[in-house]
């Protein structure tokens, strides 16, 4: 049989009903099918007495009784920092696929054994310009991919093409739990709505990086806009904001 390279995934544990959970999910069931690489999965907010009949090789990445005062001494150990080098050597991965937040993936570019793996991140870029200091590790990656076209124009530009991008990987949508309403005005008559509203609905946790009052003046500055120039638009528009208060973010009611 031929060989397999190893791939190891360092993300949120698959099973989580998270963003990064559900991509990892979404990659993981794809490659244990294939017969071209091996998967591997170094899963943080998880212990191992959780993880039960894996379908591929499985690394958690939370604490034992031990290991608790070594855990907690480094914030970042919550994302894997803490022992990534010890999943390294027991696993020896030829690929290591990060897809978080830059400062939290940091321990990838900072190993002793960088040199040993291909390196690729999938860069969420949110906003423009980004943090020196993000721009200069992705720098340091084999192969960089944003989630969307624009987030890759953000590293063209400001890295000066000094990151070697191979594009973007756009999120998709599991067609099938997520599928089109066959009458979209009869669908919204049963939910309790008028057929002529047009609702912008937002998924977010109320965080600070989530920017909710720029969102909201955005959509002001669109309802302003379509004032004098559509009135159905203006009087039957609406933004729907799905998110807890209080968070760990914005004053929402004021």
Same mark, same amino acid.
């Given at each position: 049989?031929? !060989? $397999?390279? =190893? +791939?190891?995934?360092?993300?949120?544990?698959?099973?989580?009903?998270?963003? !990064?959970?559900?991509? @990892?999910r979404e990659l993981l069931n794809r490659w244990v099918k294939s017969d071209r690489i091996e998967p591997i999965e170094f899963a943080s907010y998880v212990h191992h007495s959780q993880i039960q009949?894996?379908?591929? =090789?499985?690394? #958690?990445?939370? *604490?034992?009784?031990?290991?608790?005062?070594?855990?907690?001494?480094? *914030?970042?150990?919550?994302?894997?920092?803490w022992s990534f080098e010890n999943v390294c050597?027991?696993? $020896?991965? %030829?690929?290591? &696929?990060?897809?978080? %937040?830059?400062?939290? %993936? =940091?321990? @990838?570019?900072?190993?002793?054994?960088?040199?040993?793996?291909y390196c690729v991140n999938l860069a969420p870029v949110d906003g423009e310009p980004q943090d020196?200091?993000?721009? !200069?590790? !992705?720098?340091?990656?084999?192969k960089?991919?944003?989630?969307?076209?624009?987030? #890759?124009? +953000?590293?063209e530009k400001q890295s000066k093409g000094k990151i070697n991008l191979g594009g973007s990987?756009?999120? @998709? #949508? %599991?067609?099938?739990? &997520?599928? *089109?309403? *066959?009458?979209?005005?009869?669908? =919204?008559?049963?939910?309790?709505?008028?057929?002529?509203?047009?609702?912008i609905g937002t998924v977010n946790r109320n965080q600070i990086r989530k920017l909710y009052p720029d969102l909201f003046k955005g959509f002001?500055?669109?309802l302003d806009y379509a004032k004098s120039r559509n009135k159905d638009i203006y009087e039957n528009t609406f933004l729907y904001t799905h998110t807890s208060h209080p968070d760990m973010g914005w004053d929402i009611p004021r």
């Open positions: 049989m031929a !060989y $397999r390279p =190893k +791939v190891l995934i360092c993300n949120e544990w698959s099973n989580l009903i998270t963003g !990064y959970g559900t991509i @990892g009949d894996p379908l591929w =090789k499985t690394y #958690a990445n939370n *604490p034992n009784q031990e290991q608790v005062r070594e855990f907690e001494s480094n *914030p970042l150990n919550q994302f894997g920092a050597l027991d696993c $020896r991965p %030829d690929l290591c &696929f990060f897809l978080r %937040d830059n400062w939290m %993936d =940091k321990f @990838g570019w900072d190993s002793p054994f960088k040199p040993y793996y020196e200091e993000w721009i !200069y590790n !992705y720098s340091l990656s084999d960089v991919f944003a989630y969307t076209d624009w987030g #890759a124009e +953000v590293l990987i756009p999120l @998709g #949508a %599991d067609i099938n739990v &997520f599928k *089109p309403v *066959p009458n979209k005005s009869q669908h =919204k008559q049963a939910m309790g709505f008028s057929p002529n509203y047009y609702i002001r500055q669109f």
